[in-house]
């Protein structure tokens, strides 16, 4: 393992571990999770609190994914990790803005 893949993992692996908790702590959470930051979901809004929070832990677990395995990747090829970490952070972003709208309709009252 070169100096290159030290550093992928020190940065993909606490990336991936904030990601999976925040899916874990979407899916445990008892009031209705947010996405965007300074706002909050009123629980009369949703419909289905659990399945909703279930929704968003299963959207950010999956997002989580993508650096778990760039960090496995950053150990044997540097650079196709770069790609990936690189891709998931722009187009990831965007479709977790698609998913997460798509839960929000899909529970809302």
Request: charge should be positive; aromatic fraction near 14%.
């Amino acid at each position: 393992m070169n100096t290159d893949s030290i550093v992928m993992l020190c940065i993909l692996v606490p990336l991936a571990i904030f990601f999976t908790g925040i899916g874990i702590y979407a899916w445990k959470r008892k009031k209705p999770m947010w996405f965007w930051s300074g706002s909050t979901v009123n629980e009369n809004e949703i419909t289905d609190v659990p399945a909703y929070n279930r929704a968003n832990g299963i959207m950010w677990i999956c997002y989580s994914l993508i650096f778990w395995t760039a960090a496995v990747l950053g150990i044997f090829k540097t650079g196709v990790a770069g790609i990936l970490t690189g891709l998931g952070a722009v187009v990831g972003a965007v479709v977790l803005i698609v998913v997460y709208k798509k839960i929000y309709s899909k529970y809302r009252r």
